[in-house]
Every structure is written in C-alpha cells, then in structure tokens.
C-alpha cells in the first residue's frame, strides 16, 4: 500500500467579494461506463456536449456579464470542448480563454481504462486500501488527492478576479479541500455533477 504522507500547504481563501464559478467536464463515454479516465483525454458524448450547453445557460442566468469574467481550463480535450461549448451558448469566442496544465484530472496509473469493478476483482488488497484511505492513498503509477490538492493549489491562489474554471471532479474536490470547505475524506468521495456549477465565495460554496 502506498499512502502520502507528506503535510498539506497551508490552505488559501478566496478574496473577499470574489466569486470563483468551478464547472466539471461533460460525460463521456467511459464516464457513463463507470470506468476510471484520469490522465486519459477520452472525449465528450452528446449527453456531455449538452450538459456543457446546460452550464452555459446557468452561467448566463447567474452572471449577465460573463463576458467580464476570466476563463481558466484545464489542458484535457473533454474540458476544453466543455469551455468552448459553453462560451458558445454565452455568445462569446470559443477559444477566447486561458489554459493550466496543472488544472488536469488526477491520475490514477494502471487503473485507468478498468471499472471500480475490475479494480477490486484484479487488486483486492489495493482496492480495500485505497477505500479506507481515499485522500492519502497513491494508485499504481497514479497519484493521491493529497498530491492533487498540492499540484492545484498555486493555480487557485494565483486567480484575482471572478473567474470560471472548467476542470475536472478530482479538482475540484481537492480544491474545496484547499479553500477549507470540505474535510478532506469527505472531500475525496463528494459528487461532482455534470451540467452544474459550484458557486464559491468567502463565505462558502453552493450549487446552481
């Protein structure tokens, strides 16, 4: 069993009167499979490509002037066509918007491609370890949330202004670690839905 246990950097908050809109990638098809992508860049199905549009059309009715937002992405082509298509339903430029490399989905090694299913079938003992220690547990060639938090962090700290961010679960999870909104094993197993937007401010999060 391989567990981090290296201390977490310090936290960061959000500037005060700063709203942070944080958005996950549509489905795919490996999403609708249950199978674990991570570092894999398997792209968006019709149902994802809807729920993009579908966050757009809630980001419109939050902010009227979401043309005076910043747009921040993750690298991967499923988030990346998330934020053009919802830039599209806003009226905007599709690919008037900034990328991070360190916005990618946490990855999860030689598990990826396999269902939780075939996880615990091929590596039982993993398996059970990873379930008792979700944060901390580092997969086979993959990484922990607790190594995701610390990669993310510097790009959250660094945003200013209001801004939207399309990544994916995995980031976000880690990041309402890193704002102090979840604990951090309650964090590691919360729903991240598709077609959504968690709303963060001082003060806490919210969904719309």
């Not at 860049?41 to 579908?54: H, S």
């Not at 757009?56 to 992405?73: I, M, N, T």
Request: charged letters at 25%; one cysteine or more; aromatic letters at 8%.
């Amino acid at each position: 069993m391989t567990v981090t246990t290296a201390g977490p950097s310090p936290g960061i908050r959000p500037a005060p009167g700063q709203t942070l809109y944080l958005i996950r990638h549509g489905e795919t098809d490996w999403n609708a499979e249950g199978r674990l992508q991570g570092g894999r860049d398997i792209p968006l199905n019709d149902c994802g490509r809807a729920q993009a549009r579908e966050a757009g059309q809630k980001l419109a009715a939050l902010v009227p002037a979401a043309a005076g937002l910043d747009y921040l992405c993750s690298p991967m082509g499923r988030a990346r066509e998330t934020m053009e298509l919802l830039r599209e339903t806003l009226g905007l430029p599709r690919e008037a918007y900034a990328v991070d490399q360190r916005l990618s989905e946490i990855t999860f090694g030689s598990w990826e491609g396999q269902t939780w299913r075939e996880v615990r079938k091929l590596n039982p003992a993993r398996a059970s370890a990873r379930e008792r220690h979700k944060w901390a547990y580092v997969p086979p060639g993959g990484e922990s949330y607790g190594m995701l938090r610390e990669r993310i962090l510097p790009v959250f700290a660094g945003l200013t202004r209001d801004t939207v961010v399309v990544s994916h679960g995995g980031v976000m999870r880690a990041a309402l670690n890193g704002y102090g909104f979840e604990e951090a094993s309650r964090a590691a197993s919360l729903d991240i839905w598709q077609g959504r937007i968690i709303v963060l401010t001082l003060d806490g999060y919210r969904w719309n």
